[in-house]
């Protein structure tokens, strides 16, 4: 494995925080997107909220739109039609109901290792995209404006929607850009061939696994020019793929830390490399895992045997402080090097 955990792992956890009502429970603070900004770095943390326990009930948030405000919905347990899920929902009717609702949070600090979360959230559900959550976003930083992708979820189906923000204060939303059922997506950190590039992630189908796709847009709303791009190749990535963190240049192609579910629905990460001026072409990938879970809070959470990338830092002399979700519930970090990771997508 070439990405080193830090000792002061777990950097982020659901006690260090309230939550935004009393009756409320902070069930996790996990998948941390994250950027530098100023002397100070950034992450966006998705932090999922629990409804209070009701005997006899489970319970749900939701936010409703016409009213403006977060409710919560209940299910009698002894319902014929719910059925448990993995611990991050519930199924009902066939459709699922989370067991947290998301919103995003920034946590600023100094050092890149310790943290303080904002004491209000920066992105929160409002449209009826994001009725069950805003979860797992990217930045990217292009000229002076930071480009913020995020799930967004609802009965209306798992969609991404952009957000943009110049000061970390103040954030606008731009919308749904990419219809259901879609996540994992990042944008490229300059333009290629005059247009905006991403990554982005389609759910599987009865013909093939979920797999990373690479897409281009004239003005950040429009996406087309759709291209398969990385299939999971069995093994520890058997189940699906997804974009990481937003890609590095590097002069052997754009560098990209990406994460894979296996059969058994274990999260690894590995990384590959792709064309510079055609980055729907892949150059190389590892062909073992480059991260893998290990640690007891990598192991046990909300979601077990999980470690989940979406937001890096690079330094001047090419070191990257590599940021995830573990288990599902706290934030966590490694240490690498381009050239390492470089060498990992060669399998060296």
Sequence with gaps: MTLRRLDANPLLTPDDLAPTREDLKVLC????????????????????????????????????????????????????????????????????????????????????????????????????????????????????????????????GVTVALASTRDFATFEKRGVIFPPYQKDVCIFPETVGGMYVCRHRPYRSEFNPASIWTAYSPDLACWGKHEMTLA???GWEANRVGCGSPPIRTDEGWLEIYHAADANGVYRLGAMLSDLEAPERIITRSREPIFEPTRDYELTGVYGNCVFHNGLVADADGTLTVYYGAADRICAAAVTSIDEMVAAAHNI
């Excluded at 995003?104 to 069950?132: K, M, Q």
């Design 29 to 156: 603070t996990l998948n941390p997107a994250a950027t530098r900004f100023g002397d100070q770095t950034l992450l966006l943390v998705r932090v999922g909220e629990q409804a209070p326990a009701e005997d006899g009930y489970v319970t749900y948030l939701y936010f409703d739109s016409d009213a403006g405000a977060v409710k919560t919905g209940r299910i009698a347990t002894d319902d014929a039609d719910l059925t448990c899920g993995d611990g991050r929902g519930y199924y009902y009717r066939e459709s699922m109901l989370l067991s947290s609702m998301s919103h995003l949070r920034l946590a600023r600090g100094s050092d890149g290792v310790n943290f303080t979360f904002d004491a209000e959230w920066a992105i929160f559900p409002s449209t009826p995209y994001e009725a069950y959550g805003c979860e797992d976003a990217r930045i990217t930083q292009i000229g002076d404006e930071y480009l913020i992708t995020y799930t967004a979820v609802s009965n209306r």
């Design 232 to 234: 999971p190749a069995g």
